[in-house]
C-alpha cells in the first residue's frame, strides 16, 4: 500500500480516503486529485488487496473515511469466457468492499460503466434508464452496481465510458503511434461514445464527494458525443501526423463481446446536486492530449 501525504487544507486532517485499484489508469488519477485536494490518500493494488476476500477487504477499509472502487474486470472480450471470474470481482468484490465500507462508517464510490445498457438508444441514457448488458462484462458491472446500491444505499455509483489517461494503455496512445508507423487508417465510425479522461473524471469524483451528493447513480463521461472515427481524426492531429484515417463498421472486426453502437450518457443528476458535468469531449482532449500523449 502506498501513502501520498494530503496537501494542507480545510478538513484534509480529518479525511482518509482509500483508493481500491489505485495502480490503474484511473486509479492513479484518483489518488492525485484527492491528494491535490488536500485529503491523506492511501493507495492500494491488486497484488496487495483480493477484494474477493470479504475478511482482508474488511481489514484493509478499516479506518477510512471514503473508499474508492477503481478496481474492476476490464478485459471485456475475455469475459466472454471468463465471466464467473469476471463477476468475482465486479460483483462479489465490490459487494464486499460496500459491506466493508459501511462497516467502517465511511462513504463509497463506485466506479461503473456504460456497458450495462445495450446500445440501442439515440439520445443520452438517463441515469434511471433500465440496464439491459448485452456482454459478459456489462452483466457482472451491472451485477455489482446492484450489490453495491444493496450492501450500501448511499453509495455513489458513478458510470463512465470510452477512458483515456496517462497512466495506462489506451485508445489514443495507440493510434497516435500506429499513425506514425502507416501510411493509413482504418477506424469504426458506427459506434458513438464520449471520450473521457481519467484526469477528469477524477477530479469529478472528488468533487462529488466534496459536495457530499446522496447516495445513487450519476454519470461521470465527458460532454458532447463523436464516433471512434471522429476521435481517432483528433488523436491524429494532435500527435502532428497527416495519416488518413478512413472509415469502417464494428462488422470488420469480429470481437467476442459486442460493443454497444451508442455510449452516450446524459448528466441530468450532476447538475440536480449542484455538480458541474465535465465539459465538452472535443475542448477537454485539447487539454489532455499533450500530457496523455507525451507531447509536453
Request: glycine share 10%; with cysteine; charged share 20%.
Amino acid at each position: 500500500m502506498t501513502e501520498t501525504p494530503g496537501v494542507a487544507g480545510e478538513h484534509a486532517q480529518d479525511q482518509r480516503w482509500l483508493v481500491v485499484g489505485a495502480a490503474g489508469m484511473l486509479g492513479q488519477d484518483v489518488v492525485a486529485a484527492a491528494s491535490a485536494a488536500g485529503h491523506h490518500v492511501a493507495g492500494i493494488r491488486r497484488s496487495e488487496l483480493d477484494i474477493t476476500d470479504a475478511m482482508a477487504t474488511r481489514a484493509a477499509v478499516a479506518g477510512y473515511d471514503v473508499v474508492i472502487n477503481c478496481a474492476a474486470w476490464t478485459a471485456v472480450d475475455d469475459a466472454e469466457t471468463h465471466e464467473p471470474e469476471a463477476f468475482a470481482v465486479n460483483a462479489t468484490g465490490a459487494a464486499n468492499l460496500a459491506c466493508a465500507t459501511a462497516a467502517a462508517g465511511a462513504r463509497m464510490v463506485h466506479v461503473s460503466t456504460d456497458y450495462v445498457f445495450d446500445g440501442g438508444a439515440t439520445e443520452p441514457y438517463p441515469e434511471d434508464a433500465p440496464v439491459q448488458p448485452r456482454s459478459a462484462y456489462g452483466r457482472t458491472k451491472a451485477a455489482g452496481e446492484w450489490a453495491v446500491r444493496a450492501e450500501m444505499p448511499d453509495a455513489v455509483v458513478v458510470r463512465t465510458a470510452w477512458l483515456y489517461g496517462a497512466g495506462g494503455r489506451c485508445f489514443p496512445k495507440t493510434i497516435a503511434r500506429v499513425a506514425g508507423e502507416r501510411d493509413r487508417l482504418s477506424v469504426v465510425d458506427d459506434q458513438t461514445g464520449q471520450p473521457t479522461w481519467t484526469a477528469d473524471l477524477a477530479d469529478l469524483i472528488v468533487r462529488l464527494v466534496g459536495a457530499e451528493a446522496p447516495g445513487g447513480i450519476y454519470h461521470g463521461t465527458s460532454s458532447g458525443a463523436v464516433t471512434w472515427w471522429g476521435f481517432a481524426r483528433e488523436i491524429v492531429a494532435a500527435a502532428g501526423h497527416a495519416t488518413p484515417v478512413d472509415t469502417t463498421t464494428s462488422a470488420a472486426y469480429q470481437l467476442p463481446a459486442p460493443r454497444p453502437a451508442y455510449s452516450v450518457l446524459g448528466h441530468d443528476r450532476l447538475r440536480e446536486v449542484g455538480v458541474e458535468p465535465i465539459g465538452d469531449w472535443a475542448e477537454r482532449w485539447k487539454v489532455a492530449a499533450p500530457v496523455v500523449l507525451g507531447l509536453s
